[in-house]
């Protein structure tokens, strides 16, 4: 079973055991400098990350959730406020792709913004990405293509 769990310490540690076994540190962080793989700046700095997005109160732009299947923790979604609109963003771990659990996360993402006074719903990723274009075609708006940028809005029904 695929679910979500709200961010907090203790699930951020299993996060970051999830990245680290299973994702590249460019797609799910942003760049950080030194040597290649998961080095020890790098982890720290996933953790920082999280924190400065989610955890503290002061500097939180997002809502992050671990996607956890069967109870194992084995990527990340969320969704970032910008005006009227929510932001989604996902990442799963190599042995988690591919399986359906991306759709089934969009899914969930889609309940939680509904559940928000949200108006729109968006998502984005890069023309190479095969996986992720095809998760924002089946949110069923027309995809948008930007440059390097193919991008996906969907209006959240019930609002006035
Ligand atoms: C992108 C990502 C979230 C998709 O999740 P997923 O669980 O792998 O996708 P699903 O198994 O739910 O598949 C969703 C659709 O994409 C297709 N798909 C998934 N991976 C694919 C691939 N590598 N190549 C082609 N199609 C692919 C599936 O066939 C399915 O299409 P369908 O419903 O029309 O049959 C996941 O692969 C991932 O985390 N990738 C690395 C990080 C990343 O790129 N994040 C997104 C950045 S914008």
Redesign the pocket.
């Known amino acids: 079973m695929i679910t979500l769990t709200p961010l907090d310490e203790p699930a951020l540690a299993r996060l970051l055991e999830a990245a680290v076994a299973g994702a590249d540190p460019l797609?799910v962080m942003p760049p950080v400098g030194g040597p290649p793989g998961w080095t020890a700046t790098r982890r720290s700095a996933f953790l920082e990350f999280h924190r400065g997005r989610s955890l503290n109160a002061a500097t939180a732009v997002e809502r992050t959730w671990v996607v956890d299947a069967d109870g194992t923790a084995v990527?990340a979604a969320r969704l970032e406020r910008h005006g009227d609109a929510v932001e989604a963003?996902?990442?799963?771990s190599r042995d988690?792709?591919?399986?359906?659990?991306?759709?089934e996360v969009t899914r969930l993402l889609l309940t939680e913004a509904r559940a928000s006074d949200a108006t729109r719903f968006t998502a984005s990723?890069t023309p190479g990405?095969?996986?992720?274009r095809?998760?924002l075609a089946?949110l069923g708006a027309a995809l948008t293509t930007d440059g390097d940028e193919v991008r996906a809005e969907v209006q959240l029904s019930g609002r006035e």
Do not use: H, V, Y
């Open positions: 797609d990527g963003g996902i990442w799963l988690a792709r591919g399986r359906g659990i991306g759709r990723t990405n095969t996986g992720a095809s998760l089946g």
